[in-house]
């Protein structure tokens, strides 16, 4: 018997079984391969090089099923194009041109999206679709970090936004359709779950779809897309608890680098902090990459690592890149800050290629000059000898500004001038030394250090003066990260509830976490995170779902 009609005759079978997971083990396309799909191979090659009597084959051994009976099992129209496809990619690929490779398996995912999208029998092709669009996923991946290949590919024009799409963002908006069809699928029962609490139908493959172009989207930096998925998934989708593990550690991953990439910190760091709990701990590759973000994003938000955390293996050469920022944050020590995010301590590169160096870099600073402010406060500020006091506690903005300058110059280089006497005395102090006034830091011979608009504490070599600390004290109190007023007259900062809520510092130095913490849960409507459905929906019918891309004209075929 040809292979070619045993292979049709077993395709027949399972679909009249309704033997999903045979098919998809039937519809491979991925080596390594079994022998007789080379032979397959080779007896198309021979036997089928016209289309249309290959059609005529596939009709004869894989008959069509009544479509409007679904308890019968066969094939439809959109399943015999998808398998006349499959058999010619067979037929004409070449494993060794990787590009053609990839517009031929994209051809054959469409058509199989496309079998996909019958409403009586196209459940029955979920398994192998997902399987497909797997490998494509894989492909475009692999292709997108293969400069010397798709440099030569002409890219893919969109008609419908007069722009040009990448080959990984085409593949995105492939597989986008199918995850489309999954999650608005009329169901039997309501919210698409089954009587068994699981996810029924189509429904199933909601994750498995979402995960492919999710992570093709941030491979292209096409993360902004996203947003309408995100969107259709908390309108439509089951809860994620009922999906298996595996599809929900992706997807928060995900969703947290999205919330991240959009200054969502806090919904960031709930996403993440589910994913890492979530992950098996076998699975260290994984749980590192939940990690670089998890610390991240709850570093801006002001909760640090422990040093009990280096225990754990995937923790190990993590941490060391963030805890010079969290001791420079906890310090109030801005020079220590610019260096840990700078090149002079060596992570400056590699927090950048993660993506955390900007955020780090630009929210971070922020909690250092409140440090710096507490600091410059418990320095400078005499507790009232009268406990009945009712004067507000205060801090000169002028302190404030003496000491950023003292940091700006150290950060331009100017150094301490050198004591004659000391040196002298070989390095002894000397008694008359302790009534004397400390000598100032004197510029370097070479001149001031020429400081990025990053480098300095206000904009390069700008040097801080009282309208700029009073900017950034206003700023600090609009953010709620301090609690009290700028008197202008006075040139002071005046907290305010020192006696209600036990002292200036608990009073006037609010915790960051906290506080941030109240903020982010305010904004919440109905106490989920956006994109991450934990509960149950009621009263759906009639949700919008935007299909901007995904729709296709009237006889497309699609």
Known sequence: ??????????????LRTK?????QLFLRVEPPLPDQYLQLSQELKSSYRDGNKLELHIGKLVPEADDGDAEVGGAWPGFLAFLKEYLEFWRDVNFSDLLETHTQLSNLANACI?????ATHGIIALPATIQLCS????????LDKRPDLTRKMVKIADVDQESRKTLVEGTAESIQRAFTMCLTERTANRNGIGRDGKPEGKKVGIYSFANMVLRLLFQCKKTRLANQMFTNISQNSPPLGLYPASQRVTYLYYLGRYHFANSHFYYAAQSLQSAYDQCHAKCLKQRRSILIFLIASNM???RFPSRTFLSRPEAADVLDKFIPISNAIR??????????VGPESGNEEWLFQQGVLLPLRSRCEVLVWRTFARRIFLLTYQFPSDPNSRRAP???????VAA???CQKLLEGWVKPVDSMTAMQAGRMHTNSLFMKAPDLVPPPEGPKNLGAQDGMIFGNTMPDLMEMEAIVASLVQQDLLHGFISHNQGKFAILGAKQRGGPLNAGFPPVWETLKAKAEREVNSGEIPGWVQTERTGMMGGVVNLTGIARPVGSGE
């Open 135 to 142: 490998t494509l996923a894989r492909l475009a991946m692999m």
């Open 331 to 340: 310090k109030g020590n801005m020079i220590a800050f610019k260096q840990a």
């Open 19 to 23: 033997n999903s997971l045979q098919l």
């Open 114 to 118: 496309t079998a996909l999208s019958n």
């Open 1 to 14: 018997m040809p292979i070619v009609d045993e292979f049709l005759s077993s395709i027949s079978n399972f």
């Open 404 to 406: 950023a300058q003292y």
């Open 300 to 302: 801006i938000l002001g």
């Open 394 to 400: 205060t801090l000169d903005l002028e302190d404030l």
